[in-house]
């Protein structure tokens, strides 16, 4: 399976941008994708998770609101809608995905996911 996330670029404070993230041969693996962040000097930040096989996304209490995390099937690309972006959401953005759903407390772990995409940075200017 290989991720590619694509979609970052420099936005005003309150904007929005929104992220997509292509899997390439997924198949039946890679059923559980979850979008990360991470700002300079900080530790990956978990931002939320979905299926593709169904169910609601589910979403970290800090961009919950603000985020919106959906799926396109037939184009095998999981998109990650920003709202009212703030300079605090600067960071760079990677999907990841694993083959099983994985229970809420580990899925923040980085540590627990099979397949990483590149990044794709988000710039938020005040």
């Known amino acids: 399976v290989q991720l590619q996330a694509s979609g970052g670029g420099l936005v005003q404070a309150g904007g929005s941008l929104r992220l997509s993230c292509l899997a390439s041969g997924r198949q039946f693996n890679s059923n559980f994708l979850a979008w990360f962040r991470q700002a300079s000097g900080k530790e990956r930040e978990f931002i939320g998770s979905i299926t593709w096989s169904g169910g609601s996304p589910y979403y970290a209490n800090s961009v919950k609101g603000r985020f919106t995390i959906s799926r396109d099937n037939a184009k095998d690309t999981v998109y990650l809608q920003m709202n009212d972006l703030k300079p605090e959401d600067t960071a760079v953005y990677f999907c990841?995905?694993?083959?099983?759903?994985?229970?809420?407390?580990?899925?923040?772990?980085?540590?627990?996911?099979?397949?990483w995409g590149q990044g794709t940075l988000v710039t938020v200017s005040s």
């Open positions: 990841a995905a694993r083959q099983n759903r994985l229970v809420l407390s580990e899925q923040p772990n980085p540590r627990a996911y099979e397949w």
